[in-house]
């Protein structure tokens, strides 16, 4: 009975099936991203993942246990090298199956496996995604203080009461100036229209005497 046994044999015998994977599993670490059914993407995905944790503890031991898996030198070189830096942070989750339609001819599934932090197109769209937020966010604070401001009561303080004071005793002393200024100008007309009323009646005898 295959009570618990949920894996893929993927219609290849024990030996086959674990060759296989160890290729796969070093020309993804190789490569950093291989073309393959999905059937064989998902089980490459459990076979690989438990390695790249192993590798994050660089010892002989962790390394040795490895090879024994891969049988590749230089998988193993790069995998405890580069891979295990990058991979250092993140806790699982180091691959992603990205599916690209059928196959002609057996109409089989096709996608491409990956490891998550080499892609760096989806890296830097994820930046962009987070600098567009962090910009709608702080949009909405400042238009949120601008609103409390705009709530708040205005507090005139005494230097305020002051400045007002000055001001309005200014404009009062210019009003003042202005209506003596005027008050000058009728001054000087009025006498200015005396004057000449004074002058036409002698105007007038001195043409009597002249006749």
């Given at each position: 009975m295959r009570h618990g046994k949920k894996f893929n044999h993927l219609s290849r015998t024990s030996s086959h099936r674990k060759a296989m994977l160890a290729n796969m599993a070093s020309s993804l670490i190789i490569h950093k991203r291989i073309k393959t059914t999905l059937a064989k993407a998902k089980a490459l995905r459990s076979y690989i993942e438990p390695l790249i944790t192993k590798s994050?503890?660089?010892?002989?031991?962790s390394r040795r246990t490895v090879f024994s898996y891969l049988q590749?030198?230089?998988a193993v070189t790069e995998l405890f090298r580069e891979?295990?830096?990058?991979i250092a942070e993140r806790p699982g989750g180091y691959t992603r199956i990205l599916k690209t339609g059928t196959r002609l001819g057996d109409n089989a599934e096709m996608c491409f496996i990956e490891l998550v932090d080499y892609n760096e197109n989806l890296l830097a769209e994820k930046v962009?995604?987070?600098?567009?937020?962090?910009?709608?966010?702080?949009?909405?604070?400042?238009?949120?203080?601008?609103?409390?401001?705009?709530?708040?009561?205005?507090?005139?303080?005494?230097?305020?009461?002051?400045?007002?004071?000055?001001?309005?005793?200014?404009?009062?002393?210019?009003?003042?100036?202005?209506?003596?200024?005027?008050?000058d100008k009728a001054e000087e007309k009025k006498e200015e229209q005396a004057e000449k009323k004074e002058e036409s009646p002698k105007t007038d005898e001195s043409e009597k005497t002249k006749e």
């Open positions: 994050k503890v660089d010892s002989t031991h590749n030198k230089e891979i295990s830096q990058k962009d995604k987070k600098v567009k937020t962090a910009r709608r966010r702080r949009g909405s604070k400042k238009k949120a203080v601008e609103e409390q401001v705009a709530d708040k009561p205005v507090e005139t303080t005494e230097t305020d009461v002051t400045a007002e004071e000055t001001m309005s005793e200014e404009v009062k002393s210019e009003e003042h100036e202005d209506e003596a200024k005027a008050e």
